[in-house]
């Protein structure tokens, strides 16, 4: 083989080097430019979750406050009913004793009622 053929030989095979080089580095380009428009994708779908989350927990807690002032509520309720019977019940010992003591009622009408008084106390 002489030099000059050689030479050409070697020139088309560097040619065919340099062109498979450029279509891998497009192909790189490529396949790079996907992942960053995969990756914006990703992170706008991330702070979309992230902030339909937020949302749902801002919701879910305001309920729960919503509910725990309702029971608050409630309890504080039962336990002014619960106080105000409790004044009831005893002024009505009261009176049963003055009418035990007048003779209106009997010691055992007496202790019945005030038994069934003193159990819801």
């Keep these: 083989m ?3 053929r050689k030479k ?5 095979f560097l040619k065919k080097a340099d062109e498979a080089l450029l279509e891998g580095v497009k192909k790189a380009d490529e396949v790079l430019e996907e992942a960053v ?3 914006a994708m990703t992170a706008k779908q991330a702070a979309k979750t992230s902030k339909e989350i937020r949302t749902q927990a801002k919701k ?3 309920a729960i406050q919503k509910k725990g002032i309702k029971k608050i509520t409630k309890g504080i309720s039962a336990a002014k009913s619960a106080t105000s019977n409790s004044k ?4 009505t010992l009261e009176k049963l004793g003055k009418l ?3 003779g209106i009622i ?3 009408e007496f202790q019945a009622k005030k ?3 003193l159990e819801r106390i």
Excluded: C, P, V
């Design 2 to 4: 002489s030099s000059e």
């Design 8 to 12: 050409g030989y070697i020139e088309k």
């Design 37 to 39: 428009e995969f990756g």
């Design 60 to 62: 879910e807690k305001d």
């Design 88 to 91: 009831e019940d005893l002024a």
């Design 100 to 102: 035990k003591k007048m």
């Design 106 to 108: 009997t010691d055992r």
């Design 115 to 117: 038994k069934k008084i």
